[in-house]
């Protein structure tokens, strides 16, 4: 997921450690059986990230895979763009969690897909900005 926040005109982006050693990252999110990608981005940020955020738009996907079992499994990812709304709870799910300027998420980001990933959010939210409806969206008119 890739959230954002607009606080005194200013954006910032959210970007996670799941532990301690791991390197700063984009949220990302476990898909249930029963629950579709967009209910698991917000109930995700919800639960691990104590806040409530809004999907705005698809921002990237991403193919891959895994072995379980000797098994090769194929893996979907797919990123959204999220609008933060406010705090739902404590942070439970990431070792930590920081907002940065664009410039300084994309520094602290290590993986080329989560800076690729960014990148296109942030043009998806430009784009949004433009038009009647993602003014509407995102109240920002």
């Known amino acids: 997921m890739v959230v954002f926040q607009k606080n005194k ?3 910032r982006w959210l970007v ?3 532990d301690e050693n791991s390197d700063w990252e984009l949220p990302t999110a476990n898909v249930r059986r029963v629950e579709s990608s967009v209910r698991a981005a917000i109930r995700t940020m919800q639960e691990m990230g104590g806040m409530r955020a809004q999907v705005m738009a698809e921002a990237g996907r991403f193919g891959g895979s895994t072995v379980v079992n000797g098994k090769t ?3 979907r990812y797919i990123f959204y763009l999220m609008k933060y709304r406010d705090e739902a709870g404590e942070l439970i799910g990431f070792n930590q969690m920081e907002w940065f300027d664009y410039a300084g998420a994309v520094r602290k980001l290590k993986s080329k897909r989560d800076r690729a990933i960014i990148k296109t959010a942030r043009e ?9 409806e993602g003014k509407e969206i995102l109240r920002e008119k």
């Open 16 to 18: 996670v450690k799941k």
């Open 73 to 75: 499994v194929p893996l």
């Open 124 to 132: 998806e939210l430009r784009t949004l900005r433009k038009t009647d």
């Open 9 to 11: 005109n200013i954006e």
